[in-house]
């Protein structure tokens, strides 16, 4: 990990994590934490985001406390998976004691897609995942040496983390760090909220970003999909595969320009039009933020592609026949 930023992080950690609340603290002394993060409710934080149970009235999109977790989430499994009485107004103790020093310390991960956003969650980076689902004792604890050498060496693990301010989940679970600002957060949003809502096991097939040439390729898919893609060609912004349904969506997200025109739908056509002639249906999406921006742009939008509102997430506009 030193020496230099790793755009996407890939492990497979498995199910189920049998450590309780006293093991998990002695995880994180073992890891060489400040003994003020050493805690009973930073220790109800990681187990809370390493939680694989199924559960209803998580954020959209999300269907377990390791998909993404709020603060009053993780507050309700204290309650009712760890059996402590959490004060609903302790949210800001959880935040600031615990839940900030572990995203400082790169092993939780902040997804906050704007400013005082009330969907922001939270998330067990990979490697603290695979930590905690590790089922062998031993293993574990070579992993944990492992991991505290890491978090030792000075600030690069740290300054990574911090710098990826926007990362996305592009695989199960593999992590690619967008680089900051209002476009790559709605892109986020695409990926994380739009893709579950209505793809059936969606996958990133391409997720472009300014700072990293190329952003995100799913190489194997492209070349399943016969996708002429090329850092240098006109792309669009998310290009989303469902392969259970033969969807292909190719997303154009709008934070202040880009929605897509008729002119825009010729060149993405045409993008597509190989993996189309494979069976694959293609949808058409302009991703904005909200209405307000929407309506600046509403009588640019091509007939026979779709329109989702992002603070809206359950919905989508239709401009002609839906696809």
């Not at 993060?37 to 187990?47: P, R």
């Not at 199924?54 to 977790?69: N, T």
């Not at 492992?146 to 690069?156: D, N």
Request: proline residues 6%; aromatic residues 6%.
């Amino acid at each position: 990990m030193a020496g230099g930023v790793t755009p996407a992080v890939t492990l497979e950690p498995s199910e189920e994590v049998t450590l309780d609340l006293d093991e998990v603290r002695v995880l994180l002394q073992q890891l060489g934490l400040d003994r003020r993060l050493i805690t009973e409710q930073s220790a109800i934080c990681v187990l809370a985001l390493a939680d694989s149970a199924e559960r209803d009235s998580l954020l959209a999109g999300k269907k377990r406390l390791r998909d993404g977790a709020r603060i009053h989430d993780i507050i309700e499994f204290a309650r009712h998976e760890c059996g402590k009485e959490v004060a609903e107004n302790t949210r800001e103790s959880y935040r600031k004691l615990s839940l900030q020093p572990l995203c400082e310390e790169g092993l939780v991960v902040r997804h906050q897609l704007s400013t005082n956003d009330p969907k922001t969650f939270y998330r067990l980076h990979p490697e603290m995942l695979r930590l905690l689902t590790c089922p062998a004792p031993l293993e574990r604890r070579w992993l944990a040496r492992e991991l505290a050498v890491r978090l030792s060496q000075g600030e690069t693990w740290k300054q990574q983390r911090r710098r990826a301010e926007i990362p996305v989940e592009v695989g199960q679970p593999q992590l690619f760090f967008l680089s900051p600002g209002t476009h790559s957060r709605l892109a986020a949003e695409v990926v994380e909220v739009y893709a579950p809502l209505f793809l059936k096991a969606p996958r990133v097939v391409y997720l472009g970003d300014t700072r990293h040439k190329g952003g995100y390729q799913n190489r194997d898919l492209m070349r399943e999909l016969n996708l002429p893609i090329q850092v240098t060609a006109n792309l669009p912004d998310v290009i989303l595969l469902c392969e259970m349904e033969r969807y292909l969506v190719v997303v154009e997200v709008v934070a202040s320009s880009g929605p897509i025109s008729t002119a825009r739908l010729a060149q993405l056509q045409h993008l597509v039009q190989q993996a189309q002639a494979l069976g694959y249906r293609p949808r058409y999406v302009s991703a904005f933020p909200s209405r307000r921006v929407f309506r600046r742009f509403v009588e640019d939008i091509a007939w026979s592609t779709q329109v989702w509102i992002a603070n809206e997430a359950e919905q989508v506009i239709n401009f002609g026949t839906a696809p």
